[in-house]
């Protein structure tokens, strides 16, 4: 657990001091890049990883790759590293769309992604590792597809009222 901690703080770290090359490059950019690294690890966890281990203890060799615990924790660190682009992008987001109602709209954002962490732990164990991989797969482009929609409203709509104005 404090292994994680310190690799989110030295990740956000590191995207702070790069803050200007973000700018340059565009988040939209960056979080492309995140989708494309998102796709790239569930393709080898698809490629790694049994299909039936979701399901409980397996001892299958049934895999495309054999699995390596090398493998594993590079992929565990990627999708750490995903994760940290993603939160920071979505809160600077929050913060440029609502900056009167910025706690109410974070608020409001982690509800959101609380509710379908539940949807996913409600159905991890029952469904299969390729269905898992294609569900992951698809809910991360319709985000970036999103959060791109997203950005582009709020540069377009920068002035207007927020939906959280009475």
């Known amino acids: 657990m404090q292994a994680r901690r310190t690799l ?5 770290l590191t995207f702070t001091l790069l803050g200007d090359l973000v ?18 690890c569930f393709a080898f966890i698809y490629f790694l ?8 203890s ?3 060799s049934d895999t495309f790759i054999t699995p390596s615990v090398v493998f594993v924790v590079g992929i565990g660190f990627l999708l750490g590293v ?29 509800f959101m992604q609380a509710a379908m962490t539940c949807g996913v732990i409600s159905y991890a ?14 809910f991360s482009v319709a985000a970036c597809f999103s959060y791109i929609l997203s950005a582009k409203n709020q540069r377009q ?7 959280f104005s009475h």
């Open 125 to 138: 164990s029952l469904v299969t590792l390729p269905y898992q991989m294609t569900i992951a797969a698809v």
């Open 49 to 56: 990883l049994p299909a039936d281990a979701p399901l409980g």
């Open 58 to 60: 397996t001892s299958s």
């Open 82 to 110: 995903v994760h940290v682009v993603w939160f920071q992008q979505i809160t600077a987001l929050i913060c440029n769309a609502y900056p009167h109602q910025e706690t109410e709209a974070f608020a409001l954002s982690r």
């Open 8 to 12: 989110r703080r030295e990740t956000a």
């Open 23 to 40: 700018e340059k490059i565009g988040r939209n950019i960056i979080l492309i890049i995140g989708t494309a690294i998102h796709l790239f």
């Open 157 to 163: 709509k920068v002035g207007q009222t927020s939906i």
